[in-house]
């Protein structure tokens, strides 16, 4: 499974970004498909989840500003993110869950400003 997310930017605080993470390879495999990020200096953290069946879930802190959607077609994830706060500043990461293991896409910057 191969993720390539984009989107990334900078925005005020208040605005709104959507990132997009599309899927290729063995997706037939894919259970289910994350977001996590990372600020500096900090850890990982996950952000967002969908299962193959839609059941999304989400951190607290991101609950009612993050929607994860999916688009079968062509295989794409997206994660809108509205009402940004400078805290939301991180590396954002897709990740895809088979069985087996977790494959991560490379991380696309989102930088909030004040």
């Known amino acids: 499974v191969q993720l390539q997310a984009s989107g990334g930017g900078l925005v005020q605080a208040g605005g709104s970004l959507r990132l997009s993470c599309a899927a290729s390879?063995?997706?037939?495999?894919?259970?289910?498909m994350e977001w996590y990020r990372q600020a500096p200096g900090k850890e990982r953290e996950w952000v967002a989840s969908?299962?193959?069946?839609?059941?999304?879930n989400y951190a607290d802190s991101v609950k009612g500003r993050f929607t994860i959607s999916r688009n079968n077609v062509p295989n794409t994830v997206y994660l809108q993110m509205n009402s940004l706060k400078p805290e939301d500043t991180a590396v954002y990461y897709c990740?895809?869950?088979?069985?087996?293991?977790?494959?991560w896409g490379q991380g696309t910057q989102v930088t909030v400003s004040s």
């Open positions: 390879g063995r997706i037939f495999s894919i259970n289910a």
């Open positions: 990740a895809a869950s088979t069985v087996a293991t977790k494959y």
């Open positions: 969908r299962t193959g069946g839609g059941t999304t």
